[in-house]
Structure formats: C-alpha cells, structure tokens
C-alpha cells in the first residue's frame, strides 16, 4: 500500500495559536492559507501577531 501524497488530494487540519493571549488562533490546511491568514491576524490591540504555536489537530500527513 504506498502512501497518499499531499499533492493528491489528502489534507490535513492545523491550528495556529498565538503565544498572545490578546489574540484568536485559526484553523488551515496548506502553506498558502496559513500564510493569507496570518497577515490578517491582529490581537485586541490591532498590532499583527508574531508568534504562534503550530498544532497537528487531524489528517493524514502530520
């Protein structure tokens, strides 16, 4: 049985949590809506958030 690839189809779900407790974590699948959706996270104050915390939450390829 060989393995499925990421490129054919097969996702997997991630959480991005912010090290700032003034900010909203948020869910992504790939690289590309990791990186739109980190441009557009800002905490209470409406500075962008820097660093998060990357969690494996389900899928095929951890």
Avoid: N, T, W
């Avoid at 996702?11 to 959706?37: I, R």
């Amino acid at each position: 049985m060989s393995p499925v690839l990421p490129s054919e189809g097969a996702k997997s779900v991630y959480f991005a949590q912010p090290y700032s407790l003034a900010a909203v974590g948020f869910y992504f699948s790939d690289l590309a809506e990791y990186e739109a959706k980190v441009s557009r996270c800002r905490d209470d104050h409406g500075m962008p958030v820097e660093e998060f915390e990357l969690q494996y939450i389900d899928g095929d390829h951890a």
